[in-house]
């Protein structure tokens, strides 16, 4: 019998403080469901006790829906903030499912770490849209409340920062922005100083037979990877086999299509900032469009870009 496959909730902040928000919600079975049905002839419930219902006590709908604060009269910044606290939750999707894919490459169950792909691909995706509402903001609009901001930038984000060491874009720089905050920053340098979910993927490769370079395999994790050209060999000896059953180059193929989503995102984000502020610095200290520009220009599993220089010629 084929052993359960790995389901980790990752923690990225103090679970204390997370349980405390908990409600309990009665468990309902197969018949409890059908003589709910009976009682209520089909219609939805109405009649609760307390002051709340399961749906809102599941969900804490009560407190998402309290935090959209607007420090200003202009019109626009409602939307700023519901598409800002939207990404948030997204990107906690996709770090829960990239973390999972990591260790289930670990666990050597690629096919159970393959099946993650493709939500994460979706949520990507998913993302990316967030932009084309924001980009319905025009300059005068933002301008009505962009000085409420102060130095709040999105680069200061802790669930964003976990999604880009998981998939391996690591900077103890960027981290230092949480040093401050005892509830986070203890598992953000925790994913820092971990190895990645490429990492993973490089090592898995290794224990197939594909010749990994120690130093690949060995290496101060928190440090920027950088390219390797004998990686790039054992990823060319992967794609020597380009087949649906050969589920190294699968993975592979899985893996570049996340990274193409996330450049996406982050060109999308390049470009609705450009048109909103132009070349004006931005709130947290960064050069705005230059910095983005600059953070475009990045690539995830850079020798799976590199070989398809190579790849049939």
């Given at each position: 019998m084929r052993k359960p496959r790995l389901r980790v909730i990752p923690t990225v902040r103090d679970p204390a403080l997370e349980l405390?928000?908990?409600?309990?919600?009665?468990?309902?079975?197969n018949d409890s469901r059908d003589e709910a049905v009976k009682a209520t002839a089909g219609q939805p419930m109405i009649d609760f006790t307390g002051e709340s219902n399961p749906f809102i006590d599941y969900h804490r709908n009560d407190l998402l829906l309290s935090t959209q604060h607007m420090r200003s009269?202009?019109?626009?910044?409602?939307?700023?903030?519901?598409?800002?606290?939207?990404?948030?939750?997204?990107?906690?999707?996709?770090?829960y499912e990239a973390f999972n894919m990591q260790l289930r490459l670990r666990d050597d169950d690629l096919a159970g770490a393959l099946a993650l792909a493709p939500r994460i691909k979706r949520l990507f995706e998913y993302l990316t849209k967030t932009w084309d509402v924001l980009s319905t903001i025009t300059?005068?609009?933002?301008?009505?409340?962009?000085d409420c901001l102060g130095v709040s930038s999105g680069q200061q984000s802790y669930m964003y920062r976990h999604v880009e060491f998981v998939l391996g874009n690591k900077s103890r720089r960027l981290a230092q922005a949480h040093e401050n905050n005892p509830d986070v920053y203890p598992y953000l340098l925790q994913s820092l100083e971990s190895p990645s979910?490429?990492?993973?993927?490089?090592?898995?490769?290794?224990?197939?037979?594909?010749?990994?370079?120690d130093r690949a395999l060995k290496r101060d994790w928190s440090e920027t990877y950088q390219s390797?050209?004998?990686?790039?060999?054992?990823?060319?000896?992967?794609?020597?086999?380009?087949?649906?059953?050969?589920?190294?180059?699968q993975l592979g193929e899985a893996l570049i299509e996340i990274a193409?989503?996330?450049?996406?995102?982050?060109?999308?984000?390049?470009?609705?900032?450009?048109?909103?502020?132009?070349?004006?610095?931005?709130?947290?200290?960064?050069?705005?469009?230059?910095?983005?520009?600059?953070?475009?220009?990045?690539?995830?599993?850079?020798?799976?870009?590199?070989?398809?220089?190579?790849?049939g010629a």
């Open positions: 405390s928000l908990v409600r309990a919600v009665d468990i309902s079975t009269e202009g019109h626009d910044e409602m939307v700023f903030i519901l598409m800002t606290q939207c990404k948030e939750l997204i990107f906690k999707a996709i770090h300059t005068s609009g933002f301008n009505e409340f962009r979910l490429y990492d993973e993927a490089l090592a898995l490769l290794h224990r197939r037979g594909f010749a990994m370079p390797d050209p004998e990686v790039e060999k054992a990823w060319l000896a992967v794609y020597a086999e380009p087949w649906p059953e050969n589920q190294p180059y193409d989503l996330f450049s996406q995102f982050r060109f999308k984000h390049f470009t609705s900032v450009e048109r909103i502020l132009g070349f004006k610095p931005g709130t947290g200290g960064s050069a705005g469009v230059g910095w983005l520009k600059h953070v475009v220009e990045h690539r995830f599993f850079p020798e799976l870009w590199a070989i398809r220089t190579v790849l």
